[in-house]
């Protein structure tokens, strides 16, 4: 199993690696994720299966910007962008409504997909090479979250792919989520960033 350090010398090897359609270790904005590439749906399906999660719960999407948004067929309104460009990047998840079904591996049939444009530069930098991230806690389904390169690769040894190791120097609070509205924003969960109506 393959272990890099998240600098800049490493990210061209790192976004190769998920350009490949792999399974990768990669620190998010607010902790570690299993990410893979969200257009690769054979990617998708296998971090369900490395993890047990439940097949229903969707994942969230890892955007470089709000304009990445516009390939899954959504149709952004001019207020819900307002809101996402106020505050992006930032640990702020926003949910859009998304019916294609050529998406539903992201939607698992809620016909909404949740979105994050991370504000950590060396993420947004695998992001412009990649596209589209989906990412999940690195963790057994139900089980506490792993946040050291070490446990996760007792835990799951060969099935990823690519451990990217890096050192957070705090602990980061979980995203905000809204789900966007005419109205402008339901609150699903308070995290870092404050909204103002």
Known sequence: MQSLDFTTQNIKTISNVLNEGKITMLPADTVFG???LATNKQAVEKIYAIKKRPTHKPLIVLVSSVEEINQFNIEIKPQEKDIINKYWPAPLTVVLEC?????????RGHNTIAFRSPKFELLQQVLIKTGPLVSTTVNI??????????LAQQTFGNQIDLYVNYE???INKPSTVVKLTNQGFELLRQGEVILNH
Do not use: M, R
């Not at 019916?99 to 939607?107: E, I």
């Open 34 to 36: 299993l990410s893979a």
């Open 99 to 107: 019916v294609d079904s050529k998406y539903s591996h992201l939607h």
């Open 141 to 150: 389904s139900g089980e506490d979250p792993i946040n050291n390169i070490h």
């Open 168 to 170: 957070y120097k705090t």
